[in-house]
């Protein structure tokens, strides 16, 4: 039986039934942009965020996009951003005419070093820095890159694409982020039937800023404050985030629990999993949306062998990226560049079945024993 490395369509029963109704209903009325569904789901992605604003937008990209014009990064400024992430936390960056630099990965928990990036800090002065959190899990120092943003006045936003659901010191990553962003793109751990994403913090100045921005920078209908463009999210996609919505604690669950399985019974095999970071986390929970474990070509050919599909997230450092010529890199120890070379990600996706995990664990079992 081959075992995909992600399944989308593994819905609840029921669950596209109810979508088609909606869709139906919505169609029926012509209501296609904003109204309804779109105020519902940023009320529902507050309170599980546990952030006082929700503004949800067009996709992921836009909303570091607009997370960073609305703290005024443009022109002139630098922003510092990991080494190690998905292309799009690159390009927002220059896409808002700032200039990214980015810095080196920990070998430990696979974000963004904080070290490096304190001496990055130091030398370049930035305005804003951008600290992602991959895999489904929180980067080990995010409460010391808050503090140090904070007194050092580097405006800090988090890319939460990877992190919906993750929660740290018994709070929702989000929370206590100046300012954060999350994606609905149909792979990630809340998806659309399309794209989306949500802009979330708890300054209102912000908050406002973001939602003018995307919508054209208008203050009334006629009436544009500022030069934003169109980033508004659909009914539809809204609808479909809402549907899921009533599902996402059982889809954590059970990624969850598949990621515990593999954290206990590869080690045996002697493998290097990576876990995520604990310690600081007393009461939080790792939704581990990615697994990852070193040692690579060979073990790609036997998995191909055994129909288990894998990922290799990512396969290059942002600043070994064609497109990366001419920015700024800080430091030469290219921890990132090794990483992306050892990096596996193993099959891991909300009901994910037992059957399928033991194929997954048979296979492992074949090659490493
Ligand atoms: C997916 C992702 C994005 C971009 O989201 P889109 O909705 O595809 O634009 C940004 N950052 C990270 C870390 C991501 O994984």
Redesign the pocket.
Known sequence: MAVPFIDIKRFEPGFLEKWETKVKELSAVAQFIGGAEVAELEKRLSEFTETKYAVACA??????QLALRAMGVGRGDTVLVPDS??W??FE?VVNVGADPVTVDTNEVDLQMDFEEFKKAAEKYKPKAAIL?H?YGWASAKVLEYRKFCNEKGVLLLE?G??CFGVRIQNESIYKSALIS?T???PA?VLGAAG???AVFTNDEALATMVRQLANHGRTSHYGHGSIGWNSRMDSLQAAFLNLSLDHIQARLDSRISIAKRYQKELPALGINVIEPPTGFTENGYCNANIFSLETRPKLEAHLKEKGIAFGIIYPGAMSDQPGAAGYGKFGDKNIARKICASILNLPLFAYMNDQEFDEVYSALKDFFK
Do not use: C, E
């Open positions: 996709n992921g990209t836009d909303a570091l992430t998905f799009a936390t927002a992602v991959l890319d694409a990877q962003t994606s609905f793109y990630k794209d989306g994403g």
